[in-house]
């Protein structure tokens, strides 16, 4: 008579990072921090400092923004890394990256960054979440763009995200 291997289910605590610069974080990234809140027991949005860009706001300044627009998920935590994404992963115990898609050519830079990450950390998964339809467009760099020519960003960003931005640019330069 064979045997049928049973497998007792494993639980694993599920921490997810979400990484990104989020200078400033707009609608799109809230989004996908709101709907991996429901899918992960808990969801780290680590803000990195990229040397290429020259940010808006400083790395303490977009963790304060960012507490202050998921405040109301208990599961979600802010903090900042320099180095490796997979190397902050890591350190927490995390198991996912997530990585949020909006157009086709996302998904080819993240894709080869997921491939990178698992030569670098075989027990890390990257998991891609499409932006919901009506961010598909939306990108910090757009916001900077438009609020920089004086245009409204408010549907954009929350509330008090787009008030810092408007002390940034200052409404003065606006009128031309």
Same mark, same amino acid.
């Given at each position: 008579?064979?045997?049928?291997?049973r497998?007792?289910p494993?639980?694993?605590?599920m921490?997810?990072?979400?990484?990104?610069s989020f200078?400033?974080i707009?609608?799109?990234?809230?989004?996908?921090?709101?709907?991996?809140?429901?899918?992960?027991?808990?969801?780290?949005?680590?803000?990195?400092r %990229?040397?290429?860009? %020259?940010?808006l706001?400083s790395?303490?300044?977009?963790?304060?923004?960012?507490?202050?627009?998921? *405040?109301?998920?208990s %599961?979600v935590?802010v903090?900042s890394?320099?180095?490796?994404?997979?190397?902050?992963?890591?350190?927490? *115990?995390?198991?996912?990256?997530?990585?949020?898609?909006?157009?086709?050519?996302?998904?080819?830079?993240?894709?080869?960054?997921?491939?990178t990450?698992?030569?670098?950390?075989?027990?890390?998964?990257?998991?891609?979440?499409?932006?919901?339809?009506e961010?598909?467009?939306?990108?910090?760099?757009?916001?900077?763009e438009?609020?920089?020519?004086?245009?409204?960003?408010?549907?954009?960003v929350?509330?008090?995200?787009?008030?810092d931005?408007e002390?940034?640019y200052?409404?003065?330069s606006? *009128? *031309?």
């Amino acid at each position: 008579m064979g045997h049928t291997l049973r497998r007792e289910p494993i639980y694993l605590l599920m921490i997810a990072i979400y990484p990104g610069s989020f200078d400033p974080i707009t609608l799109g990234h809230l989004d996908i921090i709101t709907r991996s809140s429901k899918l992960y027991e808990q969801v780290v949005v680590v803000v990195s400092r %990229n040397p290429s860009k %020259n940010p808006l706001f400083s790395v303490e300044k977009r963790m304060a923004q960012i507490k202050e627009a998921t *405040q109301p998920l208990s %599961n979600v935590a802010v903090d900042s890394f320099d180095g490796l994404t997979v190397s902050y992963a890591r350190e927490k *115990q995390a198991n996912v990256l997530l990585r949020g898609l909006r157009v086709l050519s996302d998904f080819e830079k993240e894709l080869q960054m997921a491939h990178t990450n698992k030569t670098l950390s075989d027990d890390i998964e990257t998991v891609f979440l499409a932006t919901s339809t009506e961010y598909g467009f939306l990108s910090s760099s757009l916001v900077k763009e438009i609020a920089k020519f004086g245009g409204p960003i408010d549907h954009l960003v929350p509330k008090h995200i787009a008030a810092d931005i408007e002390k940034c640019y200052g409404k003065a330069s606006f *009128q *031309q």
